[in-house]
């Protein structure tokens, strides 16, 4: 590894630290919102309980494999939002001019900015998705498999909110559509894919990508197929491309000062 | 009571403004209410099937319903406010003003979702219209009942939370409660009618605030019966009454307990 | 060896306009206006390393817009700039360990923790090993006196005390120029001088060079050898303070400079 990337490395956790340090001044909130975001989640149980007395299957998933979408769909969301909180909400930064403390430091802007803040309630998800996953009696290939899943995942709820983010460098108001989007699509993550048809379907494959975060994976991790793999591995590696792209080629506006409505 | 009224005014014409803010909250709620229709048509597999004794049709406005309301009244004011209110120690400002102070929130409350709810409903009607059909035993003649319904619940709801709030007199932060509160009611009561829960748990659910909050108004507006609308009205009266007993019970102790350790 | 060297540097913004109410909404959508304001023309100057400069000016004469250019937050639209011996723009990253920025108004520090730990902080960003910065914290806090409250979090402090801590966060990596924007603002007659003293001391000691824009000239006075006034987007005079004094011997450099403000406005009406 060489030196650039420990030092980025570095930073970065020292980063994530004081993000937690800064929540944890106060220890009883911060210790109530982890475990009321894990009560919270594991309260949606009793929906699926009813929905499996009625039929044996929901939209052709069991229960186990609804339990894997909820645990992947926790963990990478509760991720995302630990490690890169700031890009869920990119457009305040830029349409406050907030920027400018990141371009004056020595270190990658984009790292810095999504790693600068963090959403305390996400450790909650983050547990709350492998106590799931632990429930899903997985062998040791679906556990590597699974851990590889919520890397993607997480890289794929992460870009896909800076892409939607990084449009106000052009376009006010995207706060409220990054916001919307991001959480329509873990909406739709908590649901089995089966029962969404024809271009509702296509939309949730590939445009809000619900399908390459959780839906894919789960598949693969009941019965395995190498393409769906491959689909979401190349698929998360566009997503993360083209949001970096979009990412700096709106920074280049942004130092151009000819943002609307921001100056200063 | 006219400085109620005032109240209410003025919060409504302020909230005016924020109409085109509530209109954002729309996507959220179509989501919700598009997964469901998807999931229900996946699980009514004949057509003319009921399940818990509704229909298909019966089932999706069931939760639009619910979930009109709870878009509908998820307003901040009878939480967080005054919990704020509290733990700032605003509280002894507001106290002191020739008003009691749970209902100056009640009525600013009504003001907020006065805006609000009328906004979902109209949302909720045409999305229902043109994704599940008109319900089949719908009549105009109801309305007026099921409105108050609809309201009664909201108010029996804002009862509970105003009282889940006003135990920040004595814990430093309710939120978690309320959050367990509205928990319960979303997960519930909004997702699906009582009656597909399994029958032990059934007479239980109807001694929750879920009966009168949520599962009643939608209930009579799928599937509306004179002998029902009796019942959950009666329930209704209730419900409020207890409710405003221990809100104002809960309120005196505590600004008791203000008076004699300060702010 | 020159620190700093700008040649017409020029930066202009494209500002939607749009008209009050509803109306006005729907006419920049369809014909969107834009306007363009020349935030700073054909600026040219030299700062030499070691140098203490005032660059001064009124509101929206373009001081902060030339100094996110000279840092690389901002790309000019004309003219160069070099900054020991880089263009911002295209050594941004580069530059950044070679300067040290304060904006008075903006705060860097990470409020809830302690200045210590801000400082193991900063000191990772700028690639000090940690004994390095062990030391570099020790030394400056020495000199700037942060004993008392470096491990007390950074919102219990004052003003004065933050303000000390943010310099001492953009001095750790020895930064060879150092950008200050309105480092005195908000402070008390006191801790203004003694936040003076230590730049001056900065600048003695480690032959920083010091790039300061002040409305505070008691600050320029007490700390800069020359000044730049800049005046809707360019330079209206650059001439070392003894100078000033020496061609206006009755005046202070407060009158001084107003004088100067008051005669250029003239000038521009006539």
Redesign the interface.
């Known amino acids: 590894m060489s030196t650039a990337v420990k030092n980025q490395l570095r930073v970065c956790l020292l980063s994530v630290k004081y993000n937690i340090m800064r929540e944890m001044v106060n220890k009883v909130t911060f210790l109530t919102n982890i475990s009321f975001m894990i009560l919270n989640n594991a309260s949606i149980l009793v929906q699926w309980f009813i929905l499996f007395r009625l039929r044996e299957d929901v939209g052709g998933y069991t229960f186990r494999e609804i339990m894997m979408l909820w645990g992947l769909t926790a963990a990478s969301y509760g991720l995302s939002h630990i490690l890169f909180a700031r890009a869920f909400s990119l457009p305040e930064l830029v349409i406050k001019g907030k920027l400018d403390a990141y371009l004056v430091q020595p270190k990658n802007v984009l790292i810095s900015v999504i790693t600068s803040s963090i959403r305390i309630s996400a450790i909650g998800d983050l547990l709350y998705g492998i106590i799931l996953m632990a429930f899903c009696r997985l062998g040791l290939r679906e556990w590597i498999l699974a851990a590889l899943f919520l890397v993607t995942g997480t890289v794929v709820f992460t870009a896909f909110s800076l892409l939607l983010g990084s449009l106000s460098f052009w376009f006010l108001r995207m706060d409220i559509l990054e916001n919307q989007t991001v959480m329509g699509m873990v909406s739709f993550a908590t649901y089995p894919d089966g029962i969404f048809q024809g271009l509702s379907r296509f939309l949730l494959y590939f445009i809000i990508p619900v399908g390459m975060a959780v839906w894919h994976p789960v598949h693969v991790l009941a019965r395995f197929d190498a393409g769906m793999l491959l689909t979401v591995l190349g698929y998360t590696a566009l997503l993360a491309g083209s949001s970096v792209a979009v990412f700096y080629r709106g920074l280049k506006r942004y130092a151009s000062g000819n943002l609307m409505g921001a100056r200063t | 009571m006219r400085k109620y009224r005032v109240i209410y005014k003025s919060v409504l014409m302020e909230n005016l403004q924020y109409a085109a803010n509530v209109a954002?909250g729309f996507?959220?709620y179509f989501?919700?209410i598009?997964?469901f229709v998807?999931?229900w048509?996946?699980?009514y597999r004949m057509p003319g099937e009921r399940?818990a004794g509704y229909t298909k049709e019966q089932m999706i406005w069931y939760v639009m319903m619910t979930e009109m309301i709870w878009f509908g009244s998820n307003v901040a004011s009878v939480a967080n406010e005054v919990a704020g209110d509290i733990r700032s120690g605003d509280i002894a400002y507001r106290i002191n003003k020739p008003y009691h102070y749970t209902l100056y929130i009640l009525t600013k409350y009504t003001g907020e979702w006065s805006i609000r709810l009328p906004m979902y409903a109209v949302f909720a009607a045409v999305i229902g219209m043109v994704m599940v059909g008109p319900l089949p035993k719908f009549g105009l003649r109801e309305v007026p009942v099921m409105a108050l319904c609809v309201i009664l619940g909201l108010t029996i709801n804002a009862v509970f939370k105003l009282c889940i709030s006003l135990f920040s007199f004595w814990i430093?932060?309710t939120?978690?409660f309320q959050?367990?509160y509205d928990?319960?009611i979303l997960?519930?009561g909004t997702?699906?009618p009582i009656e597909?829960?399994?029958e032990i748990l059934q007479p239980l659910f109807k001694l929750t605030p879920i009966y009168t909050v949520c599962y009643g108004p939608a209930k009579l507006i799928v599937d509306f019966s004179p002998e029902k609308c009796v019942e959950i009205l009666a329930a209704q009266l209730l419900y409020l009454v207890g409710g405003c007993g221990v809100m104002l019970l809960v309120y005196r102790k505590g600004v008791k307990k203000l008076y004699v350790n300060g702010g | 060896m020159q620190a700093i060297k700008v040649e017409h540097l020029s930066k202009t913004f494209r500002v939607k306009r749009k008209e009050k109410g509803m109306k006005g909404s729907i006419k920049a959508i369809l014909h969107p206006q834009t306007e363009e304001i020349r935030a700073v023309k054909d600026v040219s100057f030299v700062v030499e390393e070691g140098e203490v400069l005032a660059f001064i000016g009124p509101n929206g004469a373009g001081k902060s817009t030339t100094i996110k250019m000279l840092t690389g937050i901002l790309y000019p639209d004309g003219g160069c700039a070099k900054v020991l011996g880089m263009d911002p723009t295209k050594k941004r990253r580069q530059l950044a360990y070679g300067i040290g920025t304060v904006f008075g108004q903006k705060e860097q520090l990470w409020t809830h923790l302690t200045p210590y730990d801000n400082f193991r902080f900063f000191g990772a960003i700028y690639d000090l090993s940690e004994k390095e910065t062990e030391i570099r914290i020790d030394e400056l806090s020495n000199r700037f006196g942060l004993g008392d409250f470096i491990n007390t979090p950074v919102r219990n402090l004052s003003l004065g005390q933050r303000i000390r801590c943010e310099i001492v966060a953009s001095l750790l990596h020895r930064p060879k120029v150092l950008f200050l924007d309105e480092p005195t603002i908000g402070l008390d007659p006191v801790v203004k001088e003694t936040v003076r003293e230590l730049i001056r001391q900065m600048n003695r000691e480690e032959h920083t060079t010091i790039f300061l824009t002040s409305h505070d000239v008691g600050d320029i006075e007490k700390l800069c050898r020359r000044i730049i006034i800049v005046n809707d987007g360019q330079i209206v005079l650059d001439d070392s303070v003894e100078h000033l004094k020496h061609h206006y011997p009755d005046h202070s450099l407060e009158e001084i400079i107003t004088e100067i403000y008051k005669a250029k406005e003239l000038t521009a009406v006539g």
């Open positions: 954002m996507f959220s989501v919700f598009y997964i998807k999931l048509e996946y699980m399940i430093e932060d939120t978690p959050w367990l928990k319960v997960v519930v997702i699906f597909i829960f399994p």
